[in-house]
């Protein structure tokens, strides 16, 4: 079965630096990846998504990469603020038939200090 | 309202109890999902619903019984639960199969 990797449980960033998340996973690459960031006691929200084609994709200040053949995507967060702590999740999914939700990781917990 | 719903916010049950969860979403979307979101452990999706039927199931025992009456509501019965179940129950709805996912802000399940 497919299993996600999510680089540690807690990461510590300096206000202002650049964040890096890595999510790694195993088997077969998917069709696409997402990027969602959890706060304590709310649902999960929805930041990026990019597809098996695509090698980059950005929005504001978040940046998404995507190696099929690392079978790993890095998720970056430039000039970090502290409201950009929480949880942060890598999905995976697959077109056609079959599972139709998505396969999460467990998270990384990022705190930026001020 | 706006997004997607879940009631009730929290629920406390007896292992012999009935209850359902219900989710609502007002965003026009084909597809909904529940997810089971435990401590330490990643979301495991449980059903998945798109345009009313039930595409996937992923072996989730026969005490969860989802409901999809139409495209904007999603139901989860329980009975006769375990302790073990207890954890936070996330619905989720989306335009299409494979698009972003919109979540709720899920449904804190305690059985006792």
């Known amino acids: 079965s497919q299993k996600i990797e999510q680089n540690s449980e807690a990461l510590n960033i300096q206000e202002g630096k650049t964040a890096t998340l890595t999510c790694n996973y195993t088997n077969y690459s998917p069709a696409y990846l997402q990027w969602y960031r959890q706060d304590p006691g709310r649902g999960p929200v929805f930041l990026l998504l990019i597809r098996e084609n695509e090698k980059e994709k950005r929005k504001e200040r978040l940046k998404v990469t995507f190696d099929t053949t690392l079978k790993q995507s890095l998720f970056h967060i430039t000039a970090s603020q502290p409201a950009d702590s929480a949880t942060y999740l890598c999905?995976?999914?697959?077109?056609?038939?079959?599972?139709?939700?998505?396969?999460f990781g467990k998270g990384t917990h990022l705190i930026i200090q001020p | 309202e706006t997004g997607v719903t879940q009631t009730p916010r929290h629920l406390v049950m007896g292992m012999t109890n009935k209850k359902s969860l219900k989710c609502e979403q007002h965003l026009g979307h084909n597809a909904m999902y529940w997810y089971k979101q435990s401590a330490k452990k990643p979301l495991e999706l449980m059903f998945v619903?798109?345009?009313?039927?039930?595409?996937e199931n992923n072996s989730v025992p026969s005490r969860f019984s989802p409901e999809c009456p139409n495209s904007s509501h999603l139901f989860l019965h329980l009975h006769t639960l375990q302790p073990e179940d207890s954890a936070l129950y996330l619905c989720?709805?989306?335009?299409?199969?494979?698009?972003?996912?919109?979540f709720g802000p899920g449904t804190r399940l305690t059985v006792l």
């Open positions: 999905a995976i999914g697959y077109s056609g038939g079959g599972a139709d939700g998505l396969t």
């Open positions: 619903y798109s345009l009313e039927e039930r595409v």
């Open positions: 989720a709805s989306s335009q299409e199969r494979h698009n972003e996912q919109f």
